[in-house]
T-cell receptor, first 114, second 115 residues
């Protein structure tokens, strides 16, 4: 298994540009989520999904859209990038209903918005 | 509201010293999970341990040990005989048992182990 994969690893955008951060997992996990990591603040939840076709907002959803058309993929869209969205983005997945609540994290995407 | 506090921003020790990373949490939930993650310089997040609120037994895994005390809302992490490879940022996190499985992270403690 490749686990949780994220692309790209690095991205530089100009203010106002749009882009999609890709996240995929091959563990058949129902639950997937996106976090952002900012210096001195730990990670904060942006959006999450408990299964295909179901998404919900986390702690900091503004400026981001998500969709979940398949179990494997959970892309994160920035419609109009802002400098405040400069951050490291982590995707995570978890087996729904499992006794172990461990979430598996991807390697991260470092995004810079100029 | 849920909150995780890691008051130690940075800790520097010499190799082979023992070091304890503090974690204090706040939650109104009666059932919850606590976690520790390691983030090495390469940037990925490595799961270390999960503890549920039912189980206050301390846990030891090699040089790592965890002390969970519900009475003080703390979940501290001790590394015995630290090594240079332990240098990383360590995050404590809290999760309720609702469907969001949202992880509330502390701000992290950067540990530097000097040779």
């Amino acid at each position: 298994n490749a686990g949780v994969t994220q692309t790209p690893k690095f991205q530089v955008l100009k203010t106002g540009q749009s882009m999609t951060l890709q996240c995929a997992q091959d563990m058949n996990h129902e639950y997937m989520s996106w976090y952002r990591q900012d210096p001195g603040m730990g990670l904060r939840l942006i959006h999450y999904s408990v299964g295909a076709g179901i998404t919900d907002q986390g702690e900091v959803p503004n400026g981001y859209n998500v969709s979940r058309s398949t179990t494997e993929d959970f892309p994160l869209r920035l419609l109009s990038a802002a400098p405040s969205q400069t951050s490291v983005y982590f995707c995570a997945s978890r087996l729904e209903g499992g006794s172990n609540n461990e979430q598996f994290f991807g390697p991260g995407t470092r995004l810079t918005v100029l | 509201a849920q909150k995780v506090t890691q008051a130690q921003t940075e800790i520097s020790v010499v190799e082979k010293e023992d070091v304890t990373l503090d974690c204090v949490y706040e939650t109104r939930d009666t059932t919850y999970y606590l976690f520790w993650y390691k983030q090495p310089p390469s940037g990925e997040l490595v799961f270390l341990i999960r503890r549920n609120s039912f189980d206050e037994q301390n846990e030891i895994s090699g040089r790592y040990s965890w002390n969970f005390q519900k009475s003080t809302s703390s979940f501290n992490f001790t590394i015995t005989a630290s090594q240079v490879v332990d240098s990383a940022v360590y995050f404590c996190a809290l999760s309720g048992m609702d469907s969001s499985y949202k992880l509330i992270f502390g701000s992290g403690t950067r540990l530097l182990v000097r040779p």
